[in-house]
Structure formats: C-alpha cells, structure tokens
C-alpha cells in the first residue's frame, strides 16, 4: 500500500482523534443511527480526553455522513478542531464503529480496511465489439468502447461453396474484431494502470481477444466464467481482485522470507521484531513495512519523539539520543509514520508466523 495519502497527518504533532466509521448498513432509519453514531463517537473522544472543538468536528463529520450512500465505511483524523483526513474504506471496520484519542494517528487498520484494492476493467465483449467498465470497490464507471466490423458475423448451415465462403469472411471479421478489442484494452490499461483485465463474453470471444493482447498483459488476464447479465458476474469480479491482493501479498512474503537469508557478508534484507525495527526506523533502512494487525507486537508500547526517526523501545533510549519530549505509542503506528517519511509502502499480511511476531521488514542497505 502507497503510503503517500497520509503525508498530511504527520505535518502537525498530536494528540490525534482516529475514528472507523461503519455505513455498510443502508434501511430508513440509517440518518437517525448516524446521528447516534456521531454523538458516541464525539463522546467517546471526551472521555478518552480530546478537546471539544476536536470531539465537535468529528461529530459534524460524521453527521454530515447522515445520508451518504458509500458502501463500506470512513475513517476520520481530526486534532486542534479540524478533520484533516477522511479516506472511504474499502471493507466495513470489524466490530463496527470506534474512536480512539492518542499521540499518533492510528492509522494501522487502514491496511486492511483501506489498503489493496486492485483496479480492473471489465471488458463486455461480444463479436461486434466490446464496452469496458473500470470497477474497484467503491465505484464502475464507463471505460469506454471499441466497435468492429459489423457484418458478416453470424454463421450458417450451408454447405455449398458460396456459403463456406461466406463463413471464411465471418471467420475473418471475428478475427478483426478480436484483435481491434484487444488494440483497444491495451490502451485502456495502459491509461487506467487497471491491475486486472476481466473479460466477460462467449468462450470463443473471450479467447480470442485474451490471444491478442499483448504478452506483457497477459498475467493480468482473467477470463469470467459467467456472462452479462448473470447475477453471479460480480462474484466473478470480487473472486478475481481477492486471489490478485492474495498472490501480491505471496510474493512480498516471499521476498521476505528470501531476504532472512544472509549474503556472503553475513547481512540480511530482513528485519523482524520491534527492537530491529525500531533500529531500521532510526537509520532509514525500511524499504517496505509488513504489518499483520492481529500480531502481538502491533500493540507493542514504543516511545516516540517530534520526528518520525526519533523512536525508541525505552523512553530513556531517546533521551541518549538527545530527544528532550517524549510520548508513548504504539509500534505499528510508530512505524508507519517512520515509512510514510521515507516513502517505504506497507502491506498486511495474515500469514501467522512470518514475520515472528506481526512486524517486519524489507531493508535498504545503508
């Protein structure tokens, strides 16, 4: 996950108000519960000690959510009166609605509840031509169209020689077309930077465009099992982004795992535990981050200083380093903010026992 939205969290100290906001839920009653929502969050905040002006902001906020149609659900950063960030999620918070006042934003869920959300295009192809729709989970829009010849497309069941030979120029407008929609989805991707390219059509069609598009787009290629119009096409879709994040996170691992190993100098790529990592933080060495939320050293207590290398396992470390102000936070949130200052990615991971313990690394080399 490109880290670079949060940049703007980090431009001003703390403490941070960090609120999940669920609105997956949509019946008659959704502005009356959100108005509820609002108040508990914004008293929530106060008990936990946020300002008022703070703890009201947040609260306009979310009532401003009141008839809002967004699928999944917000996430709300707000400090000194002002929301200063509220990225959509692209799955609802788990356990629903919460709200937490500490020196750090807690930004940390956002790589699951916001984080990979391949693009696609969903190309309709039929033999005459094809529409293209670019999907994620939170919008579809039109992607634009590409029309073929229009005649002859349609086969007969003569066997004479005029016939055959109309057949021939059947067959020879179906190749035209394919690859005229093939032309015309290799542009798309290339201007939409779509992840996934889904085709959605008859076997033969389908195919037959998937041949001719160009082999560096292959791998992004994934062909519907089901039709237009078919209930069971947006299944297809979600299945296909689902396996795309899961084989992207496989091959970071993988990385990862690779990178445990020592070179011929002793070194490694790696970095795993939050004394390592801290170390790495300080010395700008994380290329990327790996967080699993649930691990038990996510919620580790570190200590933080003003800046975003000045983190340390024992409050006494940053003042050896000669940080004079202080505040205690978590680990995962700390090292995000070490990474969105270094313009290192992060990525979730679910695999229990890599890395050991929740928090790992990828390392630059000094």
Not at 217 to 236: I, M, N, Y
Not at 261 to 270: L, Y
Request: glycine share 6%; charged share 30%.
């Amino acid at each position: 996950m490109d880290l670079a939205f949060l940049h703007p969290l980090y431009e001003h100290p703390g403490p941070w108000a960090s609120v999940y906001v669920d609105t997956s839920r949509h019946t008659e009653g959704t502005p009356h519960e959100r108005e509820l929502t609002a108040q508990a969050m914004a008293g929530a905040l106060a008990e936990q000690g946020a300002d008022e002006a703070t703890c009201q902001a947040v609260r306009g906020a979310i009532e401003d959510l009141r008839h809002s149609s967004e699928p999944h659900g917000r996430a709300l950063f707000a400090r000194a009166g002002e929301v200063v960030l509220d990225p959509p999620l692209v799955r609802p918070p788990q356990g629903g609605d919460w709200a937490e006042w500490a020196p750090l934003p807690r930004v940390a869920p956002l790589l699951e509840l916001a984080g990979e959300d391949p693009v696609c295009v969903v190309a309709y192809v039929d033999r005459k031509g094809a529409d293209f729709e670019l999907r994620n989970a939170l919008r579809r829009e039109d992607a634009g169209s590409v029309t073929g010849r229009q005649w002859p497309v349609h086969r007969t069941s003569s066997a004479d020689w005029s016939e055959r030979h109309f057949q021939l120029r059947v067959e020879n407008t179906w190749e035209h077309n394919a690859a005229e929609i093939a032309d015309a989805l290799a542009v798309c991707q290339e201007e939409t930077k779509a992840d996934l390219l889904i085709l959605v059509g008859d076997d033969r069609e389908r195919r037959s465009v998937h041949e001719r598009l160009p082999k560096r787009l292959h791998a992004l290629v994934v062909e519907a099992p089901h039709g237009t119009g078919s209930r069971l096409l947006d299944e297809d879709v979600e299945r296909a982004r689902a396996e795309h994040v899961a084989r992207q996170a496989e091959a970071e691992l993988e990385r990862f795992r690779a990178a445990r190993n020592p070179d011929d100098e002793g070194r490694t790529g790696a970095a795993e535990g939050v004394p390592a990592l801290v170390e790495a933080a300080r010395e700008h060495r994380i290329d990327e981050l790996l967080i699993r939320v649930d691990g038990p050293d996510a919620h580790r207590e570190v200590w933080i200083g003003e800046d975003p290398d000045q983190l340390a396992v024992r409050r006494t470390d940053l003042k050896v380093l000669g940080e004079q102000h202080s505040w205690p936070a978590r680990a995962d949130d700390a090292l995000i903010r070490s990474a969105v200052a270094t313009d290192a990615p992060a990525l979730s991971v679910s695999e229990r026992e890599v890395p050991v313990g929740g928090l790992g690394a990828l390392l630059r080399w000094k």
